[in-house]
């Protein structure tokens, strides 16, 4: 895994770099080395982010991909594991996190948002909460298999990812899950989550969950920002070849991006660029 050695918990790296012959390089300084060392390691990571800590204290972090620095390109979230019992789709996620650099896209990865509750292999956070039951938006007190915490936003985790998007501000956000296989359609833009469901070969889906969708991650995103958010669910027992093949490719097909490498300094706006917008 990425090793995040910073103490704000924030870890730029320095872009990858497409090789060239090139004459020696100059001195460095050492903070200039070992970023470097980190973009060799993992040359799809250009940035680090520490979003927060689980009630047991456990890193959440996010992993930023593709090109922050590019204007136009559309912003992605991709979060896997909000259900600690559900972890297949973390899989795609740390795919593509380990692999090549990827252009056309600013993308960041959640590999695993509840930490104790995949640690406990349970649904729940470590104080027994339903993190998509914790949200503000039309939170409701739900108890039992859906247990929606004393209060919204009472979580850490919670806090930590309202945070993160709040900053973020992204265009797209899917959020993975298990065991139901389909793409939700109850989302403020159908056309993208036909989009998703096509690409991603999951059949479309209405996942109402009646008198216990209050406060979910989704439902407080559509409703506070501009961007859309959605809800992926695989089956029990997805493929390997579907975690690491051809979800992954499917995904930086969807959002315009794709495997690549490039230089240091300003890359021109492509108006080309696909966009996913529907």
Not at 227 to 251: F, K, M, N, S
Request: charged share 20%; glycine share 8%; hydrophobic share 35%.
């Amino acid at each position: 895994g990425i090793r995040d050695t910073s103490v704000t918990g924030v870890q730029t790296c320095a872009l990858p770099i497409s090789p060239a012959p090139a004459p020696p390089a100059p001195a460095t300084s050492a903070a200039g080395s070992v970023a470097a060392a980190r973009a060799a390691d993992h040359p799809a990571v250009v940035e680090t982010r520490l979003l927060g800590r689980s009630s047991e204290g456990r890193p959440i972090r996010a992993y930023r991909l593709g090109e922050p620095a590019r204007a136009g390109l559309p912003t992605v979230v991709l979060i896997a594991v909000m259900h600690g019992d559900e972890r297949a789709p973390r899989r795609i996620l740390t795919t593509l996190v380990d692999g090549e650099p990827i252009i056309g896209a600013d993308l960041w990865i959640v590999p695993t948002y509840n930490p104790d509750g995949a640690a406990a292999n349970r649904r729940t956070s470590a104080t027994g909460v339903d993190l998509n039951r914790n949200y503000p938006y039309r939170w409701a007190d739900l108890d039992g298999h859906y247990e929606s915490g004393p209060r919204p936003a009472s979580e850490p985790e919670t806090r930590a990812m309202m945070g993160f998007l709040a900053d973020v501000d992204p265009d797209y956000v899917l959020s993975f899950h298990q065991p139901l296989r389909g793409v939700d359609t109850q989302t403020k833009s159908p056309a993208f989550s036909k989009r998703v469901a096509r690409a991603l070969h999951l059949p479309r889906s209405s996942f109402t969950c009646g008198s216990t969708c209050h406060g979910t991650m989704t439902m407080w995103f559509n409703h506070r920002f501009d961007g859309v958010a959605l809800t992926v669910e695989y089956g029990a027992h997805p493929t390997a070849r579907t975690l690491t093949r051809q979800a992954p490719a499917a995904l930086l097909r969807l959002f315009g991006a794709q495997h690549g490498s490039y230089d240091i300094g300003p890359v021109p706006d492509d108006p080309a660029t696909p966009s996913p917008r529907g």
